[in-house]
């Protein structure tokens, strides 16, 4: 079955204490993407990737890093989680750019207290 | 800058009536990308139509019709015959990317519109 899974589905943590949040899809997609999703700020893009080791940043990029060693992975790490990062987090995947379907995870919700 | 404005923050009809929901974009470029997702209560997020800048053809699936107006930069959604199935937040979103030559592959949404379908 085609998908994106994202690990874990939910956190709870402490500020500063670092923290990463896997993605990976199946499809054999080039382009990955993080999004977070905030009440009344809709789906905001942190950082995307165009393919192994081609990262980009999103509109919201502070406070977060990522990495692309293979195609099928792309984590999203909070090295100093702190509380405005509490929030849902979307991984999404697509074949070659953001100009395709986007295929979403199932996301993750994190609390940083 | 790429923008995308959902005004209408919260809708609710009853069942059976026509909605329209309202996407308007800000773009520099002349080739882009217009998308519809759909998040339904149990929160993940689907794929609805996606649309090219050179295809101002309104499209039609089902009780879902979308309105692409260059002229005032819209791309409107109208659901026919609402269902109470149809509850969900609607986002609108844009890609300004033109293959990967030409980097900025950033996808942008608006902030969604709420809709509610009252049986």
């Known amino acids: 079955e085609a998908q994106v899974t994202q690990n874990p589905r939910y956190l709870i943590t402490v500020t500063g204490k670092k923290l990463t949040v896997t993605c990976s899809q199946n499809?054999?997609?080039?382009?990955m993407s993080w999004y977070r999703q905030d009440p009344g700020l809709g789906l905001r893009q942190i950082y995307y990737s165009m393919n192994v080791e081609v990262t980009d940043k999103g509109d919201v990029p502070e406070g977060y890093k990522v990495s692309r060693k293979e195609k099928r992975n792309f984590p999203l790490i909070l090295e100093s989680p702190s509380p405005n990062q509490t929030s849902l987090y979307f991984c999404?995947?697509?074949?070659?750019?953001?100009?395709?379907?986007?295929?979403f995870g199932p996301g993750t919700r994190l609390t940083v207290l | 800058a790429q923008k995308v404005t959902q005004a209408q923050t919260e809708i609710s009809v009853v069942e059976k009536e026509d909605v329209t929901l309202d996407c308007v974009y800000e773009?520099?470029?002349?080739?882009?990308?217009l998308f519809w997702y759909k998040q339904p209560p149990s929160g993940e997020l689907v794929f609805l139509i996606r649309r090219n800048s050179f295809d101002e053809q309104n499209e039609i699936s089902g009780r879902y019709s979308w309105n692409f107006q260059k002229s005032t930069s819209s791309f409107n959604f109208t659901i026919t015959a609402s269902q109470v199935v149809d509850s969900a937040v609607y986002f609108c979103?844009?890609?300004?990317?033109?293959?990967?030559?030409?980097?900025?592959?950033?996808?942008?949404f608006g902030t969604g519109t709420r809709l509610t379908i009252i049986p």
């Open positions: 999404a995947s697509s074949a070659t750019g953001s100009h395709n379907e986007q295929f």
């Open positions: 773009t520099r470029d002349t080739t882009y990308y």
């Open positions: 979103a844009l890609s300004e990317a033109r293959g990967s030559n030409f980097g900025n592959e950033k996808l942008t």
């Open positions: 499809m054999n997609h080039e382009y």
